[in-house]
C-alpha cells in the first residue's frame, strides 16, 4: 500500500478512507516476542498458525534461546522471523552455523539490527558488517528487514543513521520502525524516507496491548544488566501507561492511519511489540477489527 504523511504536504485521510487503511494494516500484523521461557507455548496459545512471529536476540539470554524459540515456533506453523543482532556474533564461521540451523528449519525472513550489545562480541561492529557478509554467503534469506528511526536514536547521532540506511539499502527488502509513540513523528520520518529517494517498504513499529505491571515482570527475566536497558529505553512507554486513562493503541492507530496519505509513500504493514503480551494485544487487535467493521 502506499500512504503520505500530511506533515509532508499530504492530507489528512478522512473517517472512511482511514478505517479502511486501519483494517487493511490490523488484518496481518507481524507480532514482536521476547525469548523468554515459554514464549512459544504462549503464542500458540494466542495466535493461528500462519502468523508472523518476530523473535529478539537478547544478549542475557543468548542466541541458543532465540534459535529454539524460532524452531518451535517453526515446527507449529508458525512464520517466525528471526533477529540476528550483528553485535552478538562472533564473526563468518558462528554466522554460518546460524544461518544453517535457520535454514533448516525453514526460516526465510531475518531482521538484522546491530543490537544492544555494548561491545562487539567479534567481527560485526554494525548491522552493515553483517550484511555484508549474508550476501557473500549466499543470500540464504528471501527477506533481509533492517531498523529504521523515527525518533533520534540515543546513542548514534542522526546523520549516521540515514547513512546507514543508505548504506543498508541493497542488502535490504524493508524497514522496520523503532517504536515511537508520536504519530505525527513517524508519519513525517516516513515522508522524510520518501524525499531522500529511499523506496524499502515500511513496517510501522507500533505498541501493542500492554500492562505496566506484566511489562516489569519481562523486562526482570530478560537479566539485571540487560532489563535496565530495556527499561531505559522504554521509560516514555511507562510513563504513559501510568497516565490517567493511560496509553490507548487505538487511537495512537487512528491518528497514524489519518496521515499516511497520498501515492507517495510505501507502508507494508505494522510490526506489533508486544512485551510478551501476546494473548492481550491479539484480543486487543480483533475488538478493534470487529469495531471498524
Given at each position: 500500500m502506499r500512504t503520505r504523511s500530511r506533515g509532508r504536504g499530504g492530507r489528512r485521510r478522512g473517517g472512511p478512507e482511514r478505517d479502511a487503511l486501519l483494517r487493511e494494516l490490523l488484518s496481518a500484523p507481524r507480532f514482536e516476542v521476547l525469548?523468554?521461557?515459554?514464549?512459544?507455548?504462549?503464542?500458540?496459545?494466542?495466535?493461528?498458525?500462519?502468523?508472523?512471529?518476530?523473535?529478539?536476540?537478547?544478549?542475557?539470554?543468548?542466541?541458543?534461546?532465540?534459535?529454539?524459540?524460532?524452531?518451535?515456533?517453526?515446527?507449529?506453523?508458525?512464520?517466525?522471523?528471526?533477529?540476528?543482532?550483528?553485535?552478538?556474533?562472533?564473526?563468518?564461521?558462528?554466522?554460518?552455523?546460524?544461518?544453517?540451523?535457520?535454514?533448516t528449519a525453514g526460516v526465510t525472513e531475518v531482521f538484522v539490527p546491530a543490537g544492544d550489545a555494548p561491545e562487539p562480541a567479534g567481527d560485526y561492529a554494525s548491522a552493515l558488517d553483517l550484511l555484508r557478509d549474508?550476501?557473500?554467503?549466499?543470500?540464504?534469506?528471501?527477506?533481509?528487514?533492517?531498523?529504521?528511526?523515527?525518533?533520534?536514536?540515543?546513542?548514534?547521532?542522526?546523520?549516521?543513521?540515514?547513512?546507514?540506511?543508505?548504506?543498508?539499502?541493497?542488502?535490504?527488502?524493508?524497514?522496520?520502525?523503532?517504536?515511537?509513540?508520536?504519530?505525527?513523528?513517524?508519519?513525517d520520518w516516513i515522508g522524510a524516507l520518501r524525499e531522500r529517494g529511499e523506496t524499502l517498504p515500511v513496517k510501522v513499529g507500533v505498541p501493542g496491548k500492554v500492562d505496566p505491571a506484566r511489562l516489569l515482570k519481562v523486562a526482570s527475566a530478560i537479566g539485571v544488566g540487560e532489563s535496565t536497558r530495556f527499561l531505559s529505553k522504554n521509560t516514555s512507554l511507562f510513563a504513559r501507561l501510568l497516565l490517567p486513562g493511560g496509553f490507548s493503541p487505538e487511537r495512537y492507530?487512528?491518528?497514524?492511519?489519518?496521515?499516511?496519505?497520498?501515492?507517495?509513500?510505501?507502508?507494508?504493514?505494522?510490526?506489533?511489540?508486544?512485551?510478551?503480551?501476546?494473548?492481550?494485544?491479539?484480543?486487543?487487535?480483533?475488538?478493534?477489527?470487529?469495531?471498524?467493521?
Open positions: 525469548p523468554t521461557s515459554g514464549i512459544a507455548d504462549v503464542v500458540a496459545g494466542s495466535l493461528p498458525a500462519g502468523r508472523t512471529v518476530t523473535v529478539t536476540a537478547s544478549v542475557s539470554l543468548g542466541f541458543e534461546r532465540m534459535l529454539s524459540t524460532v524452531e518451535q515456533l517453526q515446527e507449529r506453523g508458525y512464520r517466525a522471523v528471526p533477529h540476528i543482532a550483528a553485535r552478538m556474533v562472533a564473526g563468518r564461521s558462528e554466522l554460518a552455523e546460524i544461518v544453517e540451523r535457520l535454514t549474508l550476501a557473500e554467503l549466499g543470500n540464504p534469506f528471501a527477506q533481509v528487514g533492517i531498523a529504521g528511526y523515527p525518533e533520534s536514536h540515543p546513542h548514534i547521532p542522526d546523520r549516521q543513521t540515514i547513512a546507514a540506511m543508505t548504506d543498508k539499502r541493497p542488502y535490504a527488502d524493508c524497514v522496520v520502525s523503532n517504536l515511537c509513540f508520536d504519530p505525527a513523528v513517524v508519519a492507530l487512528r491518528k497514524l492511519a489519518g496521515r499516511l496519505t497520498g501515492p507517495e509513500v510505501q507502508v507494508s504493514g505494522l510490526h506489533v511489540y508486544t512485551f510478551n503480551q501476546v494473548a492481550a494485544t491479539e484480543e486487543w487487535r480483533e475488538r478493534l477489527l470487529a469495531k471498524l467493521g
